[in-house]
């Protein structure tokens, strides 16, 4: 069940998390949703010749599981997600156990917007993905 933390509850400093196994289907329902079949994300022997050695996720996937904190944990219901700012840093391979990461940085009170450092790691605790998120809640 999603949260629904109040504007004026939301303290500097604050953090909530999300994590989710990327699978296989994942990997192919996300290229069916964006139509973004690039191979190194579906075509294994192709894969196998890339940089990587093997399929990767797309990145984008870590940042819907960005979104999907924003969104159900903090600030949770009712928020509007209003930009991001994104560095893909490492790959994300079929198997990996993202953990996505907010921390409230900035509240703004007159807007009721917030700034949310936003982080994604590995199951090693590799960072992923790294950015910041700007968020209007009422």
Known sequence: MARDVKYEDIKIGDKASVSKTISEFDV??????????NPVHINK???KN????????HGMISAGLISAVLGTELPGVNTIYMNQSLSFLAPVFYG???????ECKEKD???HRI???TTV????????TDGEARVMKK
């Open 28 to 37: 192919y329902a996300f290229a069916g949703v964006t139509t973004d079949f």
């Open 45 to 47: 022997e192709f894969a």
């Open 50 to 57: 890339s940089m990587f050695k093997q399929r990767i996720a």
């Open 96 to 102: 990996d156990t993202l953990t996505a990461t907010v």
């Open 109 to 111: 009170d007159a807007k």
């Open 115 to 117: 700034i949310f450092k």
């Open 121 to 128: 790691t590995n199951q090693d605790g590799k960072v992923v």
